[in-house]
């Protein structure tokens, strides 16, 4: 299969700890990169590769992978978490793969 | 600072064709593969095409293959996205966004523009 499959939606209390997970045949050969998407704007990188953060991220987002699954962990999540969150893999051709999103919600 | 600036979009009839452009700045242009990503009004990120940095390999969604051709002038630090026989199911804002790899081969998306809208409709 060439699907990255996401859960829809998730939410979390606030300062609590959520895990978005991403699963994907091809996770088991490439590393996923995960991007925040608030409303109204363009998308952002937060993590990349094994668990890296591009600067200006701050550090209670991770991430972890298991078979062909990818997590991304915010622990302590913020209000100005709430946002739609993509990650992305191989599809067959090795061409880029974005799952369907999963929607936070910050309680 | 990486800056991405897209133009281009607009309302289109089924069938025709528009020209997106994507104005780099800030970064050795010549360095970076570009993308081009796209998300129809509501929904997820689609990935569309991508050009190395060199313009010497192309890729494309299968969605799209034969219909859109990605280009780049690096004289000009910009990355084109000609769109052919469009569809109504090419509606979408449309972004630009850098690879972080300076290899040829794909990595990820390290910098986004903010997209320019594309309405395909009778």
């Known amino acids: 299969s060439s699907e990255v499959t996401q859960d829809p939606a998730v939410s979390v209390a606030l300062g609590q700890t959520v895990t978005i997970t991403c699963l994907g045949d091809k996770l088991k050969n490439f590393y996923a990169s995960w991007y925040q998407q608030r409303p109204g704007q363009a998308p952002r990188l937060v993590l990349y590769g094994k668990n890296n953060r591009p600067s200006g991220i701050p550090d209670r987002f991770s991430g972890s992978y298991s078979r062909n699954t990818a997590s991304l962990t915010i622990t302590g999540a913020q209000a100005e978490d709430e946002a739609d969150y993509y990650c992305n893999s191989r599809d067959r051709n090795a061409n880029p793969l974005f799952g369907g999103g999963t929607k936070l919600t910050v309680l | 600072q990486v800056q991405l600036v897209e133009s281009g979009g607009g309302v289109v009839q089924p069938g025709k064709s528009l020209r997106l452009s994507c104005a780099a700045s800030g970064f050795t242009f010549i360095s970076h593969g570009l993308h081009w990503v796209r998300q129809a009004p509501g929904k997820g990120l689609e990935w569309v095409a991508y050009?190395?940095?060199?313009?010497?390999?192309?890729y494309y969604a299968d969605s799209v293959k034969g219909r859109f051709t990605i280009s780049r002038d690096n004289s000009q630090n910009t990355v084109f996205l000609q769109m052919n026989s469009l569809r109504v199911e090419d509606t979408a804002l449309y972004y630009c966004?850098?690879?972080?790899?300076?290899?040829?081969?794909?990595?990820?998306?390290?910098?986004w523009g903010q997209g320019t809208p594309v309405t395909v409709s009778s």
């Open positions: 966004a850098r690879d972080a790899s300076l290899l040829g081969t794909t990595d990820y998306f390290d910098h």
């Open positions: 050009i190395w940095y060199d313009g010497g390999n192309k």
